[in-house]
């Protein structure tokens, strides 16, 4: 080889992932589950945060958020500290995503050893957001019925490697042509293994299957 | 979308290896892309212009190796190579498949001056 060429192979992302390890230590160490919830703008993760917070209330669960917000709103923030939930708003200023260096700024902010499950509420976008690991134990999409069945086909990063799917907005379904059958096989197709949950946040119908799973999460890490 | 950040990356790890190797100037750099990576070529090359000059890095040019997207199939074990959408196993039209490859995004290599 040309004595000039260095090999180098390095994953270009590497630095990201590192810090993704170090922010996965520091949950287990302080014995914090943390989850990344990612979607579209409009899917729905802020109220479905909120329902869940409320549905765990009765269990003594504490519960943290880190809220990504492109632009420096505090309208979602705002409704989770209203729930009297801890909550660190990150601004990404204007970039697409939450990155695991952003994260690890906001969890300086957190007293983690109180928190049982920390939320980490990504930037409301389908494709940058699936790039970046941010060090938390499971990633979870949630799909509202109102963007359409192809959305699996169409966004495939996003719907792969995910632990829980939460099919959000689904008292909405008598209104909108959504085949959940060509919507699941999408799914299927890149995650074998993925939990779906269908949910309306609203109503609160099929919800308590969720908070099944996630009480059984977290106790099984207690 | 996320390519900024991306390029900066690559800058860093380019310029942590030029230095090291007491490089002059950069004038090559090698990436490996996999197809299901939501990069884009030309806008990589277009932060790249801008967030290179006034480095060791400056003017370099950018390669990018594009790996194609191969599945294989968890029910008949057969792989194949994806051509644009996802699609189920065209050998028994199962959807249960498994990504092996297009998921590459590495900084390969790079060619110096000393």
């Not at chain 1, 090999?7 to 943390?34: F, H, M, W």
């Not at chain 1, 086909?153 to 939460?166: A, M």
């Amino acid at each position: 080889m040309n004595e000039n060429r260095i090999k180098i192979v390095e994953k270009i992302l590497n630095a990201n992932e590192r810090i993704a390890e170090q922010n996965r230590r520091r949950l287990d160490a302080s014995g914090t589950y943390g989850i990344n919830l990612m979607a579209s703008p409009g899917a729905g993760k802020t109220t479905f945060i909120l329902a869940t917070i409320d549905a765990l209330l009765d269990d003594n669960i504490q519960i943290g958020v880190i809220e990504g917000d492109t632009a420096p709103v505090t309208i979602d923030s705002d409704k989770i500290s209203a729930a009297g939930m801890p909550v660190v708003q990150i601004n990404t200023g204007g970039e697409c995503h939450l990155d695991a260096l952003m994260v690890e700024g906001a969890l300086d902010q957190l007293q983690l050893e109180t928190i049982d499950l920390l939320i980490v509420e990504n930037v409301g976008n389908l494709i940058c957001p699936a790039a970046f690991d941010l060090g938390m134990h499971s990633k979870i999409v949630i799909a509202s019925v109102p963007e359409g069945d192809d959305k699996p086909y169409k966004y495939p990063n996003i719907y792969r490697g995910l632990d829980v799917l939460i099919i959000n907005k689904i008292d909405l379904l008598p209104y909108l042509d959504f085949d959940m059958g060509y919507f699941s096989k999408g799914v299927e197709m890149l995650n074998p293994d993925v939990k779906i949950f269908a949910v309306s946040s609203k109503t609160g119908e099929g919800m308590d299957r969720w908070h099944d799973w996630l009480k059984a999460k977290l106790t099984m890490r207690a | 979308m996320h390519e900024l950040a991306v390029t900066e990356s690559i800058l860093e790890i380019a310029c942590k290896y030029a230095e090291n190797a007491k490089a002059t100037r950069v004038t090559d750099i090698y990436l490996v892309i996999g197809n299901l990576s939501s990069i884009v070529d030309d806008c990589v090359s277009f932060y790249w212009d801008m967030i290179s000059k006034n480095t060791v890095c400056e003017n370099a040019k950018l390669h990018f190796k594009r790996i194609p997207a191969t599945l294989t199939c968890l029910d008949c074990n057969q792989q194949y190579t994806l051509d644009g959408e996802l699609t189920p196993c065209p050998h028994c039209h199962s959807p249960k498949v498994r990504v092996i490859s297009g998921d590459e995004f590495n900084l390969d290599s790079i060619e110096i001056q000393r």
